[in-house]
């Protein structure tokens, strides 16, 4: 158990529709990352979140966004939802913002049909 | 950009065989070399770790180190088991973690 956790772990839903994963991080770290991971782009780096305010963005749709709370929790919104993203959504976290081990939670598997 | 680029599998090996797959790197600077596993149905797990070259990760009988030369960081275990059968992820991290694309690995008992 990385002590990193996310819900919920299955989420099925349509194309068009809106959903939020939510992700809470080790006790003690401030920096949240989220990762996608599909069969077809493998695991791709999204977004970081450093104590509340966005630190870096990758491979991150316009259609997708996130923010990190003050209690340090994250929450990633997908809308107007694409087979496409159909995906494992990780997310991850560390103590600080560079160079530090990141530690996984157990992912949310999105289905849209 | 920074990417990492590791061997095709998937690789199936026998209980006790040499395991060992392969890792090279591009990066500006040198950043941290890490390798992750992840087990059917489960997370990523960080498996080992190196931060400077020459240096070996170890954890659980497996080994890398951190080749400045060759930017490698090849994953070695001596005698593998059915419980390390998983995919094996090489990344480094410049600030967020660049994978490669993993590597499957099934060990037959």
């Known amino acids: 158990d990385s002590g990193v956790t996310q819900t919920p772990k299955h989420l099925i839903t349509a194309t068009g529709q809106r959903v939020t994963l939510r992700c809470s991080p080790r006790?003690?770290?401030?920096?949240v990352y989220w990762y996608q991971q599909s069969l077809d782009q493998g695991l791709q780096f999204l977004i970081q979140y450093y104590n509340g305010e966005e630190r870096a963005k990758g491979n991150i749709l316009e259609r997708f966004s996130a923010q990190q709370f003050p209690d340090l929790h994250s929450e990633l919104n997908l809308s107007s939802l694409e087979l496409g993203d159909s995906a494992l959504y990780f997310c991850a976290s560390s103590v600080g913002t560079e160079d530090y081990e990141q530690y996984f939670g157990p992912g949310t598997r999105l289905t849209v049909t | 950009g920074n990417s990492v680029t590791q061997m095709e599998g998937p690789v199936t090996l026998s209980e006790e065989a040499f395991l060992t797959i392969n890792c090279t790197y591009t990066?500006?600077?040198?950043?941290?070399l890490f390798w992750y596993v992840q087990y059917p149905g489960e997370g990523l797990q960080l498996l080992l770790k190196?931060?400077?070259?020459?240096d070996k990760g170890s954890n659980k009988g497996f080994e890398a180190t951190y080749r400045k030369e060759t930017t490698s960081f090849h994953l070695e275990k001596g005698s593998v088991q059915v419980s390390d059968s998983a995919v094996y992820f090489c990344a480094l991290n410049d600030y967020k973690l660049s994978f490669g694309a993993g590597t499957t690995v099934t060990v037959r008992a």
């Open positions: 006790s003690g770290d401030l920096s």
């Open positions: 190196a931060t400077k070259a020459d």
């Open positions: 990066a500006t600077g040198y950043p941290s």
